[in-house]
Structure formats: C-alpha cells, structure tokens
C-alpha cells in the first residue's frame, strides 16, 4: 500500500527526468504493439475512415490559434 503517493510521485519525476530517451527501444516497443495489433486482426483497420470526423473535429479543436 502507497502511504505517501506525494512521494512516489516525486520520485516517479526524478526518474524520468534521469532516465534518457532510448529511441531504439521505443521503435521496439511500436513494432512490437503493431505485430500484435495484426495478430489480434484489428490491424489494419476495414474502414480507413471509420472515426474521421471525430479526428477532425478533435483536430479543429486543439489547433486553435488566437487572433493577433
């Protein structure tokens, strides 16, 4: 049981601000989510656009940009 969760919090930080990026293990990482993805056959998807106007509209909506 976590007693001090403000502490484990803090050194969860530490860690990754210590910890470098290791870009090699993150493309592992993808290739292996993807090989999985087509085992499981939800990979490649049957509609490329099913979902597409959700993506859009969750695009619009982060990429606002104030007046000058």
């Given amino acids: 049981m976590i ?17 470098p990026a290791d870009h090699a293990r993150n493309l592992a990482i993808v290739d292996a989510l993807c090989r999985e993805a087509r085992l499981l056959g939800v990979w490649p998807p049957s509609n490329l656009l099913d979902g597409i106007e959700a993506d859009l509209r969750l695009a619009k909506a982060l990429n606002v940009r104030p007046a000058p």
């Avoid at 001090?4 to 803090?10: I, Q």
Wanted: glycine share 0%; no cysteine; net charge positive.
């Fill in 3 to 19: 007693t001090n969760p403000a502490l484990l919090r803090a050194f969860e930080r530490d860690l990754i601000r210590a910890t």
